[in-house]
């Protein structure tokens, strides 16, 4: 058994209008330190396969074909055997 | 002339759209549910607004693997004309039959209003009883309809002449180029966030969008049937 996590996150050339407003209010909150926010997003995925090989395919095709939209994002993933 | 209307669980235009082909064509307009495998019997398929799967994942993200779209891809191959109206058009973008994403709107409001867009294209199937050039009132109703692309993309619809219809006087969502519209390179395919299914009638506010089905039905009749 392998448990995926994925990474989607926009593309740096991306503008990331939620990333802005949560910026303005930590600044409201007082944390001018803060010159930038980007939000994306962590996907959990456990898959039932006991070679690694195989679950990194398969969570690579995953992620292109319906995590991401490679258009306008980035993902990366990372793997882990678990116990049942 | 068949239009069949396809509709994804959360869909919420697909009526909008079957009063529009039937109030102004008088054609023959079928609403489709989504598990259909076989769209050969129609000659246009018009994807509708609204929140299919919710909008889950991303605007149109799971909708693209609904069983039906693989009719749609085929008869876009075939070169049946496809329409994608708001959701509809995000799904096609998805399903890579046309370029580009749909993001949050710049400021993240959700925009239902009227909108002024100019025909930028009279040479579609969509857009042939409209005047380059043309204003035309048409309402929107999204929070995701943020058209974006990369600078190669962009000079590509551009020199194309795929830019369809692109916001005249505002635009409500900060979309690249003021883009509101297109169409794929075969100009059977054609994307649009605002409502001609809601511009069809002076009740309505405007009867802008009845153009763009007249024009339909004027290219399917001059042109035979699609391969």
């Known amino acids: 058994m392998y448990?995926?996590?994925?990474?989607?996150?926009?593309?740096?050339?991306?503008?990331?209008?939620?990333?802005e407003a949560v910026k303005g209010s930590l600044h409201t909150l007082g944390y001018q330190s803060v010159t930038a926010?980007?939000?994306?997003?962590?996907?959990?995925?456990?898959?039932?396969?006991?070679d690694r090989a195989q679950a990194e395919a398969e969570v690579q095709a995953i992620s292109e074909k319906l995590l991401a939209n490679t258009v306008v994002e980035n993902f990366r993933y990372e793997l882990e055997e678990v116990t049942a | 002339m068949r239009f069949a209307v396809?509709?994804?669980p959360?869909?919420?235009?697909?009526?909008?759209?079957?009063?529009?082909?039937?109030?102004?064509?008088q054609e023959s307009v079928t609403p489709v549910w989504h598990h259909e495998t076989d769209l050969a019997n129609f000659d246009a398929i018009l994807l509708p607004g609204g929140f299919s799967y919710g909008d889950y994942l991303r605007s149109g993200a799971l909708a693209r693997y609904s069983?039906?779209?693989e009719s749609v891809t085929k008869a876009a191959g075939q070169g049946k004309l496809v329409i994608g109206i708001c959701n509809g058009f995000q799904i096609l973008q998805e399903a890579g039959l046309l370029p580009g994403a749909l993001i949050r709107n710049q400021h993240l409001q959700f925009r239902?209003?009227?909108?002024?867009?100019?025909?930028?294209?009279?040479?579609?199937p969509f857009t042939n009883q409209y005047q380059v050039g043309q204003e035309i009132d048409i309402p929107i109703a999204h929070g995701e309809g943020n058209f974006y692309c990369d600078q190669a993309t962009l000079a590509e619809l551009e020199a194309n002449h795929q830019i369809i219809f692109r916001y005249a006087s505002h635009n409500p969502n900060g979309s690249i180029?003021?883009?509101?519209?297109?169409?794929?390179?075969?100009?059977?395919?054609?994307?649009m966030m605002p409502h001609p299914e809601r511009a069809i009638a002076d009740w309505m506010g405007s009867a802008d969008g009845a153009v763009l089905f007249h024009s339909m039905l004027k290219h399917w009749k001059e042109n035979g049937h699609a391969a």
């Open chain 1, 37 to 50: 926010v980007r939000i994306g997003k962590q996907i959990e995925i456990m898959l039932n396969v006991t």
């Open chain 2, 10 to 25: 959360g869909s919420n235009c697909d009526r909008d759209l079957l009063h529009a082909v039937e109030d102004v064509l």
């Open chain 2, 177 to 191: 180029a003021d883009i509101a519209g297109i169409c794929n390179k075969e100009r059977n395919v054609l994307g």
């Open chain 2, 67 to 69: 069983p039906v779209m």
């Open chain 2, 112 to 124: 239902c209003e009227m909108t002024t867009l100019r025909v930028e294209e009279a040479n579609t």
């Open chain 2, 6 to 8: 396809p509709v994804f």
């Open chain 1, 3 to 19: 448990k995926a996590t994925i990474f989607v996150t926009l593309k740096e050339s991306v503008l990331d209008p939620q990333g």
